[in-house]
């Protein structure tokens, strides 16, 4: 994520997730057509491909707040605070 503004990681989580619901969407609509089962499978597919986009997101979340390769940790897993000279 070394580079990215906030603004940028912020438009990628939003697009996981409209991609996420988007797939569901798809996916149900399609099985629903298919096999006539309107809307059941729609709704189905609708929460898993929303809980699939919070699942990215969270990953995405995780690695903004990785600490960066030599960066000190504290115990909590934050980075130590800079020692001035």
């Known amino acids: 994520m070394a580079g990215l503004s906030n603004a ?3 438009w990628r989580m939003v697009t996981e997730l409209v991609a996420g619901l988007g797939i569901g969407f ?3 609509y399609g099985l629903d057509t298919l096999f006539g089962t ?3 499978l729609l709704v189905i597919f609708l929460l898993l491909g929303f809980a699939a ?3 990215v ?5 995780r690695e903004m707040n990785a600490p960066k390769p030599g960066q000190e940790t504290t115990k909590a897993g934050e980075p ?5 000279d």
């Not at 130590?80 to 001035?84: G, I, L, M, N, P």
């Open 8 to 10: 940028h990681v912020a």
């Open 53 to 55: 986009g919070v699942n």
């Open 38 to 40: 309107r809307p059941v």
């Open 80 to 84: 130590a605070a800079r020692k001035r």
């Open 57 to 61: 997101m969270m990953r995405t979340a």
């Open 26 to 28: 798809g996916i149900g």
